[in-house]
């Protein structure tokens, strides 16, 4: 109202063509959510960020995890300190700013603005992305609107930017609103600085239809998610290393056997190898085998330096390894030079080929085994073309999936993450358990309370998935976790070394997870790659649905925009179907459909449009 008033007053006591040009220019920034003075009336409360009760928070404000607080730039403060030079950090991809909740009219357009700024060490800008959360009178919440995501720009000592980044959405409340928050989502664990931040009732709105990623179909049809009428999925899989690929280098957090001696369990890690295939041989089980670089070689006798034998300065005693020597000493420092007859503890290219023939998936454990949130972007390019090149040898493709060492994704910079989306990476696990970077949070018991993969944040191409660690003593709540999954109908990986499964005790609580995974007749198990490619290829199949009012049929144009084949996709209806028929560019007439009850199954070539009609069983 403020600002419609004073344009009205401009116009009345102004006709010259200057001052209507002024109008128009005025008008234009409202629309942008610029700053407009006398107009931009901050309806957002303390915004100066002045300190409550919560240690390191402003007042109102809130946070999803530890790593938002209050602290200044860490820059000079030539002409980058904003208000009074508080600023708020937010670190953590599974974290968020959350502003206080403010009063709105339904129908309206609100508008948010921030200044942000990263000092990363990755030395690469970042991103955030704005979400809208809004409110009815009974506090429940009616709907959420997201902005794209925006850059934020870098600052370094040699290199300062010319000031801050403007962040800002602007969003229409919806019917029944009453209050709104705000949220701020980083895309990675880049440490970035907030301040400046308003929300005006101004904007130039953007179009919820195209920020939900709501799904073309109606609601009374809806895709399966999983093929053939499956209810859920699960994977197994291995952390596979030889001595040279992550057992030299194990740190005391995180790994039971760090003090063992690094031989000793790579002998064990090859015998895995033959007692997790008996256990998933009778169910024609395939897994997931995550290995280390070394694990391809036949042997190293021409010496060769992979990666150029880097060296490491986080790799000491103040981040939890349990001496201070791998700063200055080569990664491969310690490679023997033999071969697998020489020297089996430290290559296992000779097993490759046993995976192979039992057809199971082998995968990125990265090649070094480094700690994947300390390093930098060109050491995981470095990493993943050694890894691909020694793969390839062996006939193995490049890789799509990878786990973490040590669940070491807390730290990845946005940079990091681009790296991994561009060598063709689908899917990630074994992710950071610390609560500003888990995207996986457990109940008391230790089970992932909604275990199912979601696209990682500002990378949606790669999808993280969740893992429970199977152990003799963890076996009873692990199938609990199945039992879960299957409840929610998602995603979940099991997993241990293979070192750990071994001795009668470790074997005896596989089999027994395996056998009751295998009899629940709506699980699918396969390897973490071949359920992440499905979902991927499920999102790319687009569906429209009308309905016939003569006859009471639905009629569904359904698109493969993937490349290849989709097979078992599986319609959910709102009726039992007496038949169902399809047709494509290739068939003369329509092909009866295989239905079951409210649900039918499809096979649809790539890049091709088919057309299903379903009748209701009268």
Request: glycine share 8%.
């Given at each position: 109202?403020?600002?419609r008033?004073?344009?009205?007053?401009?116009?009345?006591v102004?006709?010259l063509?200057?001052?209507l040009?002024?109008?128009?220019?005025?008008?234009?920034?409202?629309d942008r959510?610029?700053?407009v003075?006398?107009?931009?009336?901050?309806i957002l409360?303390?915004?100066a960020?002045?300190p409550?009760?919560?240690?390191g928070?402003?007042?109102?404000?809130s946070?999803a995890?530890?790593?938002?607080?209050?602290?200044?730039?860490?820059?000079?403060?030539?002409?980058?300190v904003?208000?009074d030079?508080?600023?708020?950090?937010l670190i953590?991809?599974?974290?968020?700013?959350q502003?206080?909740?403010?009063?709105?009219?339904?129908?309206?357009?609100y508008?948010?603005?921030?200044?942000a700024l990263?000092d990363?060490?990755k030395?690469?800008?970042?991103r955030?992305?704005?979400?809208?959360h809004?409110y009815?009178?009974?506090?429940?919440?009616?709907a959420e609107d997201?902005?794209?995501?925006q850059?934020v720009?870098?600052w370094?000592?040699?290199?300062?930017?010319?000031?801050?980044?403007?962040?800002?959405?602007?969003?229409r409340?919806?019917?029944g609103?009453?209050?709104l928050?705000?949220?701020?989502?980083?895309a990675?664990?880049?440490?970035?600085?907030?301040?400046?931040m308003?929300?005006r009732?101004?904007g130039?709105p953007l179009?919820?239809?195209?920020?939900t990623g709501?799904s073309?179909a109606q609601?009374?049809?809806?895709?399966?998610p999983?093929?053939h009428?499956?209810?859920?999925?699960l994977?197994?899989?291995?952390?596979w290393?030889?001595a040279?690929?992550g057992?030299?280098?194990s740190r005391s957090?995180?790994?039971?056997y760090?003090?063992?001696?690094?031989?000793?369990?790579?002998?064990?890690m090859?015998?895995?190898?033959t007692?997790?295939?008996?256990i998933?041989r009778?169910?024609?089980?395939?897994a997931t085998?995550?290995?280390?670089?070394?694990n391809f070689?036949?042997?190293n006798?021409?010496r060769?330096?992979?990666?150029g034998n880097?060296?490491?300065?986080?790799?000491?005693?103040?981040n939890?390894?349990?001496?201070d020597?791998?700063?200055k000493?080569p990664w491969?420092a310690?490679?023997?030079?033999?071969?697998v007859q020489?020297?089996?503890?430290w290559?296992?290219?000779?097993?490759?080929?046993?995976?192979?023939?039992?057809?199971q998936?082998?995968?990125?454990h990265?090649?070094?085994?480094?700690?994947?949130g300390?390093v930098?972007p060109?050491d995981?390019?470095d990493?993943?073309?050694?890894w691909?090149e020694?793969?390839a040898?062996?006939?193995?493709?490049?890789?799509r999936?990878?786990?973490?060492?040590?669940?070491?994704?807390?730290?990845?910079s946005d940079?990091?993450?681009?790296?991994?989306?561009?060598?063709g990476?689908r899917s990630?696990?074994?992710?950071?358990?610390?609560?500003?970077y888990?995207?996986?949070p457990?109940?008391?018991?230790g089970l992932?309370?909604?275990?199912r993969?979601?696209?990682?944040p500002g990378?949606p191409h790669i999808?993280?998935c969740?893992?429970?660690?199977?152990?003799?003593?963890?076996?009873e709540r692990?199938?609990?976790?199945i039992?879960?999954?299957?409840?929610i109908g998602?995603?979940i990986?099991?997993?241990?070394?293979t070192?750990?499964?071994?001795?009668?005790?470790?074997?005896?609580a596989?089999?027994r997870?395996?056998?009751h995974?295998?009899a629940?007749?709506?699980?699918w198990i396969a390897?973490?790659?071949?359920i992440?490619?499905w979902?991927?290829a499920?999102?790319?199949?687009?569906?429209?649905?009308?309905?016939e009012?003569?006859?009471?049929?639905?009629?569904?144009m359904m698109?493969n925009?993937?490349?290849?084949t989709v097979e078992?996709v599986?319609l959910?209806?709102?009726?039992?179907?007496?038949?169902?028929?399809?047709q494509t560019?290739?068939?003369?007439?329509?092909?009866p459909?295989p239905?079951?009850d409210?649900?039918c199954?499809?096979?649809?070539?790539?890049?091709q449009?088919i057309e299903?009609?379903?009748w209701?069983?009268?």
């Amino acid at each position: 109202m403020r600002s419609r008033w004073f344009l009205v007053l401009v116009v009345s006591v102004c006709v010259l063509p200057g001052c209507l040009a002024v109008i128009f220019y005025t008008q234009r920034r409202i629309d942008r959510c610029a700053y407009v003075p006398l107009l931009a009336e901050n309806i957002l409360p303390n915004t100066a960020l002045l300190p409550g009760a919560q240690a390191g928070m402003p007042a109102g404000w809130s946070r999803a995890a530890g790593g938002v607080e209050l602290r200044g730039p860490a820059i000079d403060g030539e002409g980058f300190v904003l208000e009074d030079g508080r600023a708020l950090q937010l670190i953590g991809i599974a974290n968020y700013v959350q502003t206080p909740s403010v009063p709105v009219q339904p129908g309206r357009s609100y508008c948010f603005t921030g200044m942000a700024l990263t000092d990363s060490d990755k030395g690469a800008p970042t991103r955030l992305r704005l979400s809208f959360h809004w409110y009815d009178a009974q506090a429940h919440l009616l709907a959420e609107d997201h902005s794209d995501w925006q850059p934020v720009v870098l600052w370094q000592p040699d290199a300062p930017p010319a000031g801050w980044s403007r962040i800002h959405a602007a969003f229409r409340a919806p019917t029944g609103a009453a209050s709104l928050l705000v949220r701020i989502h980083p895309a990675a664990d880049d440490r970035v600085y907030l301040d400046a931040m308003r929300l005006r009732q101004a904007g130039n709105p953007l179009d919820r239809s195209s920020m939900t990623g709501q799904s073309e179909a109606q609601p009374e049809v809806t895709l399966a998610p999983w093929p053939h009428g499956y209810r859920a999925a699960l994977s197994f899989s291995f952390d596979w290393e030889t001595a040279m690929g992550g057992l030299i280098h194990s740190r005391s957090v995180g790994d039971p056997y760090a003090d063992e001696d690094p031989e000793l369990r790579g002998m064990r890690m090859r015998e895995g190898i033959t007692t997790t295939l008996n256990i998933f041989r009778p169910y024609g089980i395939r897994a997931t085998y995550y290995a280390t670089g070394y694990n391809f070689l036949m042997g190293n006798t021409a010496r060769r330096e992979f990666m150029g034998n880097p060296t490491y300065a986080w790799a000491n005693r103040q981040n939890h390894w349990s001496a201070d020597h791998w700063q200055k000493m080569p990664w491969f420092a310690f490679d023997p030079y033999g071969t697998v007859q020489s020297h089996p503890a430290w290559y296992f290219g000779d097993l490759i080929s046993i995976l192979q023939r039992e057809q199971q998936d082998i995968q990125s454990h990265t090649f070094s085994h480094f700690y994947g949130g300390f390093v930098t972007p060109q050491d995981w390019r470095d990493d993943i073309a050694a890894w691909n090149e020694v793969a390839a040898a062996q006939g193995v493709p490049p890789m799509r999936s990878l786990a973490f060492p040590w669940s070491s994704s807390g730290g990845m910079s946005d940079a990091n993450w681009q790296v991994l989306q561009e060598a063709g990476i689908r899917s990630v696990t074994r992710m950071s358990h610390q609560s500003q970077y888990n995207l996986f949070p457990r109940d008391a018991d230790g089970l992932v309370v909604t275990p199912r993969c979601r696209p990682l944040p500002g990378h949606p191409h790669i999808l993280a998935c969740p893992d429970f660690y199977l152990t003799p003593q963890s076996a009873e709540r692990a199938l609990a976790q199945i039992d879960r999954t299957l409840e929610i109908g998602g995603t979940i990986d099991l997993w241990a070394h293979t070192e750990e499964v071994i001795t009668d005790e470790q074997q005896a609580a596989w089999q027994r997870v395996v056998a009751h995974a295998a009899a629940q007749p709506g699980l699918w198990i396969a390897p973490l790659r071949d359920i992440t490619d499905w979902q991927y290829a499920l999102s790319q199949v687009k569906i429209r649905v009308t309905r016939e009012e003569t006859d009471g049929r639905l009629v569904m144009m359904m698109r493969n925009n993937n490349e290849d084949t989709v097979e078992g996709v599986t319609l959910q209806l709102p009726f039992h179907v007496e038949h169902a028929t399809v047709q494509t560019a290739d068939t003369a007439t329509p092909q009866p459909v295989p239905c079951a009850d409210a649900m039918c199954s499809l096979t649809i070539p790539p890049g091709q449009a088919i057309e299903v009609h379903a009748w209701p069983a009268v």
